[in-house]
């Protein structure tokens, strides 16, 4: 009923800038948020930040907190995460995913989209 699609990595130097989307298509009105998730080598998958889709309202890890931005653009249905500062430990795999309203688990995930910082 709802899918996710990340776009936008790539490879970038230490102390860079890159801004990932993710495309949320199907029923968005089902969508209680969407969080951003990574996953480095050799670690589990780590939460990075979420959105509130109806109300705006953010969450950061504090990994990442100053950072990190996300928003969300009702018109296209995207939900951007801006990084900013970027560090070498910021290197991963990033996910988006969807929450629907009145669960607790992220029940919908992209395909995932490589971010690579250099030192």
């Known amino acids: 009923q709802v899918q996710v699609a990340e776009s936008g990595g790539g490879l970038v130097k230490a102390g860079g800038s890159l801004r990932l989307s993710c495309t949320i298509a199907?029923?968005?009105?089902?969508?209680?948020?969407v969080g951003w998730f990574r996953q480095a080598p050799g670690k589990n998958r780590a939460f990075v930040g979420l959105i509130s889709w109806s109300g705006g309202a953010t969450t950061y890890a504090d990994s990442v907190k100053g950072r990190f931005s996300i928003s969300r653009d009702y018109a296209k249905n995207t939900v951007s995460l801006q990084m900013n500062s970027l560090k070498s430990e910021d290197t991963a795999v990033y996910y988006c995913?969807?929450?629907?309203?009145?669960?607790?688990?992220?029940?919908?995930w992209g395909q995932g989209t490589q971010v690579t910082v250099s030192s």
């Open positions: 995913a969807a929450r629907r309203l009145g669960y607790s688990d992220y029940e919908t």
């Open positions: 199907g029923r968005t009105e089902l969508v209680s948020d």
